[in-house]
């Protein structure tokens, strides 16, 4: 009868320590889902000044530009998920399509506020990336903890699934090049 208070206490004990531990790396992979979402929205911010801009320079482009920053409002009262992430950069990738010739604009291309804002967004990619990779970091060893022997036990106990990687496309994965965004 001790025996089997002792390995209930024991079985008991480990759970509580298991639980805690997913609990913690899966806080770890929602601060690093939001630090994501703040670069993602900052840099959309950059890229929507950047447009802002050109399109004084062309004023067929701002349809396009109220649509994309309408759609972006919507988006930013979501609450940060990788769903989240993806549709912020559907809405970018509209952004990034306005249709500008920057060539044709010499003034734009050599103003302190263009070349600033070129420097901040190739500074919210930086972040970004190291923040992608914070995100995938945390939950590769979330999946890597709640899978493995005898964690996954306790794990699908307390109804903890396996956390989404984010897998980036091929062309989202260069650098943001303004003068290749607005060229369109």
Do not use: C, W
């Not at 919507?74 to 990738?93: C, F, G, H, N, Y």
């Not at 990336?129 to 106990?157: K, L, Q, V």
């Amino acid at each position: 009868m001790i025996i089997g208070g002792i390995v209930l206490a024991v079985i008991v004990l480990y759970g509580i320590i298991v639980y805690n531990s997913v609990v913690s790396r899966r806080n770890k992979i929602k601060e690093a889902l939001a630090a994501i979402d703040v670069y993602l929205q900052n840099r959309f911010d950059a890229l929507t000044q950047i447009a802002e801009t050109v399109v004084s320079y062309a004023k067929h482009e701002r349809e396009a530009l109220t649509e994309l920053t309408m759609m972006r409002q919507k988006i930013s009262a979501l609450p940060a998920s990788t769903d989240k992430i993806t549709q912020l950069e559907q809405v970018e990738e509209g952004l990034r399509n306005i249709n500008v010739q920057v060539e044709a604009y010499p003034d734009l291309k050599a103003s302190d506020n263009y070349l600033h804002l070129q420097r901040t967004i190739n500074d919210q990619e930086e972040k970004l990336s190291a923040a992608r990779r914070t995100y995938n970091a945390n939950a590769t060893s979330y999946n890597s903890y709640i899978a493995s022997i005898p964690n996954n036990i306790f794990a699908s106990i307390f109804g903890f699934k396996e956390a989404d990687l984010l897998n980036i496309d091929e062309s989202k994965k260069a650098e943001v090049n303004v003068k290749n965004i607005l060229r369109g």
